[in-house]
C-alpha cells in the first residue's frame, strides 16, 4: 500500500489533476463528459486527456463510457483507502481523533448558482416537510437578486408559506452546516467556500427550469428526494452510511 499511496500523493501534488480530482470528487456519484471538464476546468482538450489517464493510472477516477461519450467518475473507495491509510498513524487506528464524530444532523444547506428558483424551492419544502426538525438555509455564489415568479407561483399553488424566500450570496450562511447538497451542475463544479464542522455534502443535480411545467417537475423531484432524506437514519452516527443514503438519492431518489 505505501507505493500505491505514494504514486496517488505524488499524482494529486499537480495542481490541475488536483483541481480534476476534486472537481469529480464534488460531483460523484455523477459520471462526467470530458467536455464538461474542460469547461469547468479552462483545460485544453490534449491536457485534460493526459491528466485524467494520470489520475486513472492511479487508481483515483474511472471510464466508462456512453455511446460515443468517454464519462469520468471518482473512486471513492479508493480515496477512502488512501485517506485511511494516510491518517492511520496520525489517529493511531482511531478515525474519531481526526475527524469530528457526527451528531444528528439539524442545519441543512441547498446551493444553487443564482439560489433562485431550485434552492430556494427546496428550502421551502424542506422547512415544511420537516416541520421544525432542521434548520434550512439556501445560498448561491451569484444571486440572482429575487426568486423566480415561477418558483414562487408552484410553491404556492403547493400550499408553502414563501414570505421571506430570498436569492442570497454566501455571506448569508451561518457559521456551521451539517449537510450541504448542491442543485445545479454549475454550483457543483465551482469552488464553494470550506464550510466549518465538516458537511456532509452530495450533489443532486437538476435540470434548469424554464417553464412552468418545468418547474412542477422540479418540484415534484424535490418533494421526493427530500421525503427520502427524511426518513434517512439520521440520528445515527454512522457518518458513511449517511453519506451513501444522501449520494443514492441523487440518483434513484430513495436511500440505498
Known sequence: MEIELAAQLATLGHPQRLRIWRLLMRRYPDALPAGEIAEATGLKNSTLSVYLSALRKAALITQDRLGTSLRYRAEVGS???????????????RPELCFAPLAAPRSVLFLCTGNSARSLMAEA??????AGRFAVHSAGKQPAGA????????????????????????????????????????????DCPAFPGQPLTS????????TLGDFQQTYAALHQRLTAFLSLAVDTHDRAALQRGLDAIAHTGVPA
Open 79 to 93: 480515496a477512502a483507502m488512501m485517506l485511511n491509510h494516510l491518517f492511520a498513524d496520525c489517529c493511531r487506528s
Open 125 to 130: 419544502l424542506l422547512r415544511d416537510l420537516g
Open 147 to 190: 426568486p423566480h415568479p415561477l418558483a414562487l407561483e408552484v410553491l404556492r399553488a403547493q400550499g408553502h408559506d414563501t414570505d421571506g424566500l430570498h436569492s442570497k450570496g454566501f455571506d448569508a450562511v451561518p457559521e456551521q452546516v451539517d449537510v450541504v447538497l448542491t442543485l445545479c451542475d454549475r454550483a457543483a463544479n465551482e
Open 203 to 210: 450533489h443532486w443535480g437538476l435540470p434548469d427550469p424554464v
